[in-house]
């Protein structure tokens, strides 16, 4: 069974920084391109950044790009968004999902974590 | 940035066929890339239910189907059942923007 399980969350002051963590299991992690998005409160989802298999293919939303750095470590099977100079509008609920590489679809979603961002 | 829209709600009672509308534009559906669909229960994972524009992940029933026309493509839930009151998004790949982008969502309500 595929399982992705965020953890990291939390409430932030404006400029502040956060880092959320995703630890997969069920399936081939160092086979998908896995991706972080977000989804503010009353509206609908929005792709945050995107890390391919082997780490090097990266690409960020512009909202994000120069703030947001995401990684990854197959060893661990695990996946991570360092977030810098937070901003109100980065307040949301954040999830990790894969990405079969080639398709542009999600096929797997985490629980999510709230990152807010509020002095 | 929802850049596909969709009804906000959409209601029926148990056993009705609803559908719901997702309007895109000439940089995303309309360009030919595939439209996917997603259901998500607040506080849950969401999850994939339909990719490909109508292709159905083992595990989802048959009562979920989808289609693409255009500028636009639609999700039906024929036989609707109270399980299925959740919110709904749909999904395409913008060349404009070079994102993914998602629909504003619709919430079905099971009368």
């Known amino acids: 069974e595929v399982q992705l399980v965020q953890s990291g969350g939390g409430l932030v002051k404006p400029g502040g920084s956060l880092k959320l963590s995703c630890a997969a299991s069920?399936?081939?992690?160092?086979?998908?391109?896995m991706n972080w998005v977000r989804q503010a409160p009353g509206k609908g989802p929005e792709w945050v950044s995107s890390?391919?298999?082997?780490?090097?293919?990266?690409y960020y939303a512009e909202s994000v790009k120069g703030r947001f750095t995401i990684s990854r470590d197959n060893a661990k099977n695990s996946l991570y968004l360092q977030m810098n100079s937070l901003r109100a509008e980065d307040t949301a609920v954040y999830y990790c999902?894969?990405?079969?590489?080639?398709?542009?679809?999600?096929?797997?979603w985490g629980q999510g974590t709230l990152v807010t961002v509020s002095s | 940035h929802s850049v596909l829209t969709q009804p906000p709600s959409v209601s029926g009672a148990p056993g009705q066929r609803v559908t719901i509308s997702c309007s895109g534009s000439t940089s995303n559906i309309g360009t030919g890339f595939d439209v996917h669909w997603y259901q998500h229960l607040p506080g849950t994972a969401p999850k994939l239910l339909i990719y490909?524009?109508?292709i159905r992940p083992s595990g989802v029933p048959d009562r979920f189907s989808a289609s693409k026309s255009a500028t636009s493509a639609s999700l039906a839930i024929i036989g609707l059942q109270a399980e299925d009151e959740a919110d709904y998004y749909c999904q395409s790949y913008d060349s404009s923007l070079s994102d993914y982008v998602f629909g504003t969502g619709t919430k079905v309500t099971v009368l």
């Open positions: 890390i391919g298999s082997g780490g090097i293919y990266i």
């Open positions: 490909g524009n109508n």
């Open positions: 069920g399936f081939t992690f160092s086979d998908y391109t």
């Open positions: 999902a894969t990405r079969r590489t080639g398709s542009d679809n999600f096929d797997y």
